[in-house]
């Protein structure tokens, strides 16, 4: 009885800390993700729920010590609620380059972000910590404090399981997202680049290409490659393209894909040093740009730090956030550098089919209904799914066919490469979206597409892609490809 008596205060101290962390942080987490009626609903409360729980955990742990408590808890409640407010209101994601810009920024663009809302917010939030600290006080002098230290410890390690079973499940969002941010902004990259690069042999004659590094597109949904539904419309009434229908990759994550076709490492390959494209294309005297509407990981950035230029488009949304801005917004800074040089080489990086599509695209792009209004999967059916996605690609035909009138335009001969890094499970042995083995993950979508001003240059070289565009062919190819048709080969081979 005496037991259970001195049980109540810390049961209700716990619950009024769990929910004050949940309507300041880890609810932020939860609040944009779309979803339709009350059982999709319900399933994202109860996901928040044993989130939750592995995060009370926690917070048992550092409720034992009066001093942890007050200073370490006041510490990363603020500066938790420092992040979650751009969550809540923005739907920022809380990942690496989030946490960059927040420790590399100079103070005086700090101030910018200060706004009203932020500072009612974290006045509200001093507030609730002040209320906590309280509680927390009067609750020393109680007796039965340790009492819950086995539950407490089971639903720490409840989050050990949970990632094991559905990785990133828990570990994506807040509080643990922004742990993770910290680990691997601190974390050196595991890819090395060369910096010598053989001596090779080119021209220096005009040349742009546009490269655009694809997300999460599969050949079979092409209407060019004979998908049963004319996916691209557009890009089928241009002459000078060729598509490549068996490209074959064994990554299937962005992290793993776009290093390898970014530089010479093989499939087969995974540790070593390898040379960036971009290190061969700026010796042989192209300007290299990348212009990227993703996040950059800490996979590829150092490729992506090779290029003599870098333009991120809504840099803090990462495929987490469901308001990121469309690839469009890449056409902008493209058009102020297509014309700054005569030999470039830009690169545009899209979110392109990423999950999840309805925010991947524009209205006068859904063709295919109806399209999917949740992101509980179970709740959709498979045709929504693929309608959805499939309009995705309507809006890369429209994309891919804007930057082919772009490039018509220019004097000097033109080239555009589009390769997807992947590709995505719509449903096959039931399995959905990517990251995960399986034929419909493996079977990227790949073209290529001339200028007329091009082909009359090098006339060869059409001739013998065409030769070759039924045939299987893995991402390896990819960079040499690219720096072939760039004009430049090595010296030694
Ligand atoms: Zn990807």
Redesign the pocket.
Known sequence: MEKLRSLKPVIVFHLLLNIIVVIFITGASYYHIPLEGLKDTSIYLLHLFVLQLTVGGILYFLSLNKWLFRILFSILFLLYCGFSFWAYSQDLSVTMPLIQSVLETKADIAIDVITLPYILFLAAAILALSFLLKRHQKLQSSKGFKILVIPALLCVSLFFVLEQKRPGSLKNRLPYNLANGFIEYFEKPNLKLKTTIPELEFSEDPLKMIFVLG??VRADHIGLNGYERNTTPLLTSENNIISFNKLYTDNT??GA??PQILTDQSLESEEGTYTSIYSVAIKAKFKTTWIGNQTLEKSFYPIVKTNNNIILIDKYKSEFSFDKELDEAMFLPLDSILPLNKRQLITLHMIGS?WWYENRYTKEHRKYTPVIDSKYIPSLTKEQIVNSYDNTILYLDYFLFTLIEKLKKEKDPTVLIYVS??GEHLGENGKWL?AQSGKAAINPAYFIWFSKKYQEKYPNKMAQLKAIKNQEMTTDSIYYTLLDLLGISFLNN
Do not use: A, K, R
């Open positions: 997300e999460t994550y962005t894909s776009v990423h890094d992947h990517h």
